[in-house]
């Protein structure tokens, strides 16, 4: 299911809570390749275990997986953990490579290069590669694909107009492509996005999903029901974890991916139930379901208190605005 348009917080609402996400996974600081001290789980680890609870914003589901589509934070943080990104967001919210080794910029500020990691595989052997990223990013701004939030990747030369054009009735894809234009494969490895003017922030913008990286060839046996397939078998994912159970009830579990090409997260799998109210999943967390859970404003005095949490509270930059009708 869609989700719908609502009222959207700006990119680093979404992000913030990602980077944190992230860190918690790799034990201290971003894993790979950021520099951190080698891990002492205290856990062994068949133990290694994480059950957070949350808010599901589709009556107690995800709305999507799929990247080119993702509106919700929450949509976010599961899409990231198995759809890698050429870049990310390190603890202070600095933009830093990831799936790309290093990036460069022409001197007029119009050519961004990126040189990709090699040896990068999906969880079922298949690469992940330049013709990956070109693929998925002309994906999400094809008009066929219906993302509402393909403004995200406008920088591009021609990419507003591409994705505006209408998209032929019945069609799967459009014909036309922004590959080859102004997103070129330089080789398997280099990746060259041309924008229309020079944009400061296009390295931010690229962190939302709609430039992550997604399999071409689900894709194109499940058309648009492929994020429904995406725990079948033994599971898929292309970061550092794959899903293995989605069942559109509230339960996802994500496997620690042993193909991921950095150092691998100490959580070697995650359980997330979502709920489609506050109320009903703050009880579950009292009641000693789960390791993460989020009070209702009227118990955060209690939430401090409560012998089983180590309560934390962290800022977050957010706006929100009333629409005339």
Known sequence: MRAPRRIRSWLWQTVAFVALVLTLLAGCGLPWPFPQPTPDPKLPDAQQIM???????????????????????????????????????????HIVDWAAEKHEVSSDGLTWTFHLRKGMQWSDGAPIDAATFAYSINRALDPCTGSDVASYLYNIKGAQGFNSSPCPVGAKSSANSLIGTSIVITDPFTLKLTLERPAGYFLAALSYPTSWAVPKSLIDQYGEKWTDHLADNEGFGGNLFKLTRWDHQGHLDFERNERFWGQKPILRRLEYTLYRDTDAEWSNYKAGAGDIGYPTATE??????????????????????????
């Open 51 to 93: 059950q957070p609870l949350e808010i599901g914003p589709n009556a107690g589901d995800l709305a999507t997986l799929d990247p080119a589509l993702v509106n919700f934070g929450v949509d976010y943080d599961k899409a990231q953990l198995i759809f890698p990104g050429l870049v990310t967001l390190d603890k202070q919210q």
């Open 300 to 325: 955060l005095a209690n939430a401090r208190s409560l012998k089983r949490s180590n309560f934390h509270q962290v800022p977050e930059l957010d706006f929100f605005y009333l629409v005339p009708n």
